[in-house]
């Protein structure tokens, strides 16, 4: 990471307060934090997560040392256009809303599968930088990262009521997934430019369970029920979590999978790049996205009292719903707002921006 110096988080910007949960605390199986992440799952979807075990330098030197390298060497590794997330993405490859504005962070994508499999290439190849931390740095960021949202999925798996490991049999090492970790670079604002620009456009996570690392702002919710974005504010040693739109479809809307989008940092933070760091728990490539009513009394009672209960049968498995929203969101295939549309995921609110 840059050794600078980053200044705070403006103290005249306002924010939007999450729900603070300890990890150790889940682990330990305490009632009162387990109703903390009910709470905090059921209505925004997001939280800070405490004492969660997982360090992100050196993922963060990965970045950099991968963000580094020539943009002719990165591009050979880039995601392309066919709806695989795995790889290199340019900056200005993806669409941020309708009208097709282009996002401006790069990342990086590692698919779990390959973490794990290293150094067999079982889902694509990465660039020599990515290659040189995979066993030192990626595999054990996947695997503990796999672990602390297996810990939180358990916890949602009984809250629902749903039997035992029905969750976990849906997310397992073995079966090829969109699981992936991911490093993104937004650069500064560019001088003179006075407009917020949209980093990452809204969206709703396209997986279960993201696990996020960052330091800047830029990361906004459209909190439910109003109109304005809002600026979570990053704190140090605290990872925010949030659900996307898997967990959302299989809880027949019970876990909510909220819109989401990154903008330029707020104030002096706008001058510096701004790093952040993902985990994505997706479900097996075979899972069918579906409300889970015949498991869970819960779920079939959230479904029936829905205005539309036909949206929790997608009839879409996770590969398929998974490729659809990133072949969509791909500048190059864009042929005009409805390619916007087809983007998207579970959004309550489908045209926001
Ligand atoms: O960079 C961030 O703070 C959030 C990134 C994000 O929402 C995503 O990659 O899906
Ligand atoms: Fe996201």
């Known amino acids: 990471m840059p050794s600078v110096t980053l200044p705070p988080f403006p103290s005249d910007v306002p924010t939007h307060p999450l729900l603070v949960v300890d990890y150790a605390l889940i682990k330990a199986n305490d009632q009162n934090e387990i109703d903390k992440l009910w709470k905090a799952a059921t209505e925004l979807g997001f939280w800070y ?28 590794f880039e995601q392309g ?19 097709g504005a282009l996002d401006t962070v790069e990342f990086i994508n590692i698919a779990k599968d390959d973490a794990i499999a290293y150094p067999k290439a079982v889902r694509r190849s990465y660039p020599a ?44 090492a073995e079966e090829f997934s969109g699981s992936e970790a991911r490093c993104i670079k937004n650069p500064p604002k560019p001088q003179g430019m006075t407009e917020e620009q949209r980093a990452i456009g809204a969206h709703t996570d396209f997986g279960s369970l993201s696990f996020l690392h960052n330091r800047l702002g830029g990361l906004q919710v459209l909190v439910p029920g109003t109109e304005k974005w809002q600026y979570i504010k990053p704190i140090p040693g605290h990872a925010i979590c949030n659900l996307g739109d898997a967990m959302a479809l299989f ?27 993902v985990f994505f728990t997706r479900p097996g490539n075979s899972a069918v996205l579906r409300a889970l009513i015949e498991d869970s009394p819960l779920i079939a009672a959230a479904v029936k009292k829905s205005d539309d209960p036909a ?19 791909r500048i190059n295939n864009r042929t005009g707002p409805e390619t916007w549309q087809a983007s998207r995921g579970t959004e309550h609110q489908p045209a926001a921006i």
């Open 49 to 76: 997560l405490k004492n969660h075990e997982v360090d992100p330098n050196e993922m963060f030197d990965m970045g950099v040392e991968t963000m580094n390298m020539p943009m002719s060497e990165k591009m050979k």
């Open 251 to 277: 809880s027949g809307g019970v876990l909510r999978s909220n819109m989401h989008r990154v903008v330029t940092p707020p104030g002096d933070q706008a001058k510096h790049e701004r790093w952040s760091l």
């Open 311 to 329: 949206k929790y049968e997608t009839g879409s498995t996770s590969f398929e719903w998974f490729s659809r929203r990133i072949k969509n969101q």
């Open 129 to 172: 930088a990515t290659n040189a931390r995979m066993e030192s740095t990626i595999t054990p960021f996947v695997r503990k990262s796999t672990e602390v949202n297996m810990v939180l999925m358990e916890v949602f798996n009984d809250r629902l009521g749903l039997p035992k490991g029905t969750l976990a049999q849906r997310h397992t």
């Open 81 to 99: 256009d066919d709806g695989m997330s795995f790889g290199y993405k340019a900056s200005g490859a993806n669409a941020v809303d309708e009208t």
